[in-house]
């Protein structure tokens, strides 16, 4: 959580350089809605806004929350670029983890990896947009909980059976995750 006194110093600062006076109540307004940010996510924040020429006016707390988090609708279109990708590589059959967990959640809500990877081209045009729309609500969610990997049909079938021996290797997906065993 991020703490008044380091949050009241950027804020004066950021608000020199917009030539803007900060009231109390004014800095008592946007820590309650940042206040939950880690100091490293608030100074990206800054930094982003001070580094585009996006904003006119002193930016408000939602624009923080999105150089903080990064913008929704992107994060969302990235993370269906990646998933989109895993299933034509990898498919029904591999289980998948993908280097960002909301994607594991979403797919888990539109029936899992198997059912999503098995889809025809007019089911995936309906369920791509139900995913955009489950991805970009997970990630307004802190602290959720999303399972660690997506199970594929091997995995599923040959721990069905007993055969724990024969789960292939997980497939890594992304580029902060090292590949892992099943």
């Not at 950021?14 to 940010?37: D, N, R, T």
């Not at 990235?78 to 590589?89: N, P, S, T, V, Y």
């Not at 029904?92 to 198997?114: C, M, N, R």
């Not at 802190?142 to 021996?165: A, D, M, Q, W």
Request: glycine share 6%; net charge neutral.
């Amino acid at each position: 959580m991020l703490d008044f006194k380091t949050f009241t110093q950027s804020m004066t600062g950021l608000a020199e350089v917009y030539e803007k006076e900060v009231s109390e109540v004014f800095l008592k307004m946007y820590y309650q809605v940042l206040k939950s940010l880690t100091k490293e996510q608030f100074d990206r924040a800054i930094q982003g806004i001070l580094a585009t020429n996006k904003f006119h006016k002193f930016p408000l707390p939602a624009e923080f929350l999105d150089f903080a988090f990064g913008n929704p609708d992107d994060k969302a279109n990235l993370a269906l670029l990646k998933l989109e990708d895993g299933i034509k590589k990898y498919g029904f059959y591999d289980s998948v983890q993908f280097d960002d967990p909301l994607i594991h959640k979403a797919v888990e809500s539109l029936g899992g990896w198997t059912k999503i990877s098995g889809m025809t081209m007019d089911e995936w045009t309906w369920a791509k947009k139900d995913f955009l729309r489950i991805y970009k609500s997970l990630a307004k969610t802190p602290n959720i909980e999303c399972p660690i990997r997506l199970v594929g049909f091997h995995e599923s079938t040959n721990t069905n059976k007993g055969y724990i021996n024969r789960i292939p290797e997980t497939i890594q997906i992304g580029s902060k995750l090292k590949q892992i065993a099943g």
